[in-house]
């Protein structure tokens, strides 16, 4: 760590995330910029410039003089976390571990994995992996009128309620593996601000032709629907038990394959009605 | 593993946290990562699991709390799969000539009252990592070991995880 330090920081920022407290510095003052982009939804400035993480960003590009190309770097603490030629890939890991740190070790908040939005006042909450769908499922449902909440998180406090993660929508195109980041204004949604109750779950991937027809689970099994997302379920496991099953209390949790995402749109509204 | 004496089976009380929601219990094993839903048949064996009571008092026990005939098969089956989830201190000592049976099976033969067989469902908890995003190759390759992390690789093909290569390195496979 007494390396790291020992290099030139030309800029930094302390930063409270979910009750985390965390630093970022670079070597380059232009790329704070950049930073500021990926820092997690809802981040405030601390007063402090003392912090529970530390992430150093050293910035490579061209060294005039001699024609050499200097790798960019990250760091999380002393641990180096990437290092390319391409700033991009290393300000993504930035970004990823970022978000993950925080989600992981946030104070009485509960992060799964999953898409949310509002209808008629009530969460639906979708969990799945990455690439299971969700984001898609998300867009269509804010496209047909629904209040966009999260394509990556569900908040739970303590009380149970979800809470907005936002940040725009990573949508992947058809045969396209990168996302591209979409405001939900751009769909003719609206965010969301208020907690809300989760009044439906819906567990689901994508697969080609399916139809939906799905199963409802019990309380329990949909716990563990949402453990399987949840970021947090090894390191805060007590945490984890007490708030899912207090946050799908009163919700109705259903399971099943779907196929296209506008075929099953009405369906999943017509259940919060 | 050992035997327990005599059938008298014992409910595993370290490292586990439990929870208890209207007609389900909720059992996260943070030795082995894994969490159960048992329902209130699975949960009332096996909170009834202290090693003093034989598999017929726990039959009796189980119709007495129901108020309906309990056929020890019931119970048998619970042990079962209490035991292949880690959840008992001891192996069960199975009867010689009773065969392992599952939920098929005592629905087939009948055994049936108004009780519901008992039942668990297990998932494996993930590493925070695995619950991250997608990351592309470029990403994951720019990643340096030990902290490749685990993520699914978007273009890296189906399947495919950010895992360490070679020495220092990682790639998506």
């Known amino acids: 760590m007494v390396k790291i330090d020992r290099l030139g920081w030309a800029a930094g920022l302390a930063f409270r995330s979910y009750g985390l407290r965390v630093g970022v510095r670079v070597t380059d003052a232009t790329a704070m910029d950049h930073v500021l982009d ?5 981040w405030t400035p601390a007063a402090s410039p003392i912090v529970d993480y530390l992430y150093s960003l050293v910035i490579g590009g061209e060294n005039v003089s001699s024609r050499i190309q200097r790798f960019n770097l990250v760091y999380f603490d002393a641990a180096r976390l990437a290092r390319s030629k391409d700033l991009d890939a290393v300000l993504k890991n930035f970004e990823s571990h970022l978000q993950l740190t925080v989600a992981e070790n946030a104070r009485r908040r509960v992060f799964v994995h999953a898409g949310v939005v509002a209808w008629k006042k009530n969460a639906i909450v979708i969990p799945g992996m990455s690439m299971s769908g969700k984001t898609t499922l998300v867009s269509k449902l804010v496209e047909a009128g629904a209040t966009y909440y999260s394509d990556e998180y569900a908040v739970l406090d303590e009380h149970g309620l979800v809470h907005p993660f936002l940040r725009p929508l990573g949508l992947r195109r058809d045969g396209e593996f990168a996302t591209q980041r979409v405001d939900v204004e751009d769909l003719g949604g609206s965010r969301g601000t208020k907690p809300l109750s989760v009044r439906l779950i819906i567990s689901t991937s994508y697969k080609p032709g399916a139809r939906w027809r799905p199963r409802q689970l019990t309380t329990g099994k949909g716990v563990l629907e949402l453990l399987a997302n949840t970021v947090s379920a090894r390191s805060q496991t007590k945490l984890a038990l007490r708030t899912l099953p207090r946050a799908i209390q009163s919700a109705t949790i259903l399971k099943g394959v779907r196929g296209e995402a506008d075929e099953i749109v009405e369906s999943i509204l017509q259940k919060v009605a | 593993m050992k035997t327990s004496n005599g059938n008298l089976p014992k409910a595993r009380e370290g490292d586990l946290v439990t929870r208890q929601i209207p007609g389900e219990l909720l059992v996260y094993d943070l ?25 017929p008092q726990l039959a009796q026990l189980l119709a007495d709390t129901n108020k309906s005939r309990v056929d020890e098969k019931v119970i048998w089956l619970a042990l079962d799969q209490l035991e292949k989830s880690n959840l008992l201190c001891d192996q069960v000592s199975w009867p010689a000539g009773l065969a392992r049976l599952s939920r098929r099976d005592l629905v087939r033969i009948g055994v049936l009252g108004t009780i519901a067989l008992p039942l668990i469902t297990m998932i494996a908890s993930p590493a925070a990592a695995q619950t991250g995003t997608a990351i592309t190759t470029s990403a994951c390759n720019a990643r340096s070991q030990p902290n490749c992390g685990g993520n699914p690789c978007s273009n890296g093909g189906p399947g495919t995880h950010c895992l360490a290569q070679g020495v220092s390195n990682c790639s998506c496979k």
């Open chain 2, 31 to 55: 030795e082995r990562h894994k969490a159960f839903c048992l329902n209130n048949t699975a949960a009332t064996v096996w909170k009834n699991c202290n090693g003093r009571r034989n598999v």
């Open chain 1, 38 to 42: 990926l820092l997690p939804p809802g």
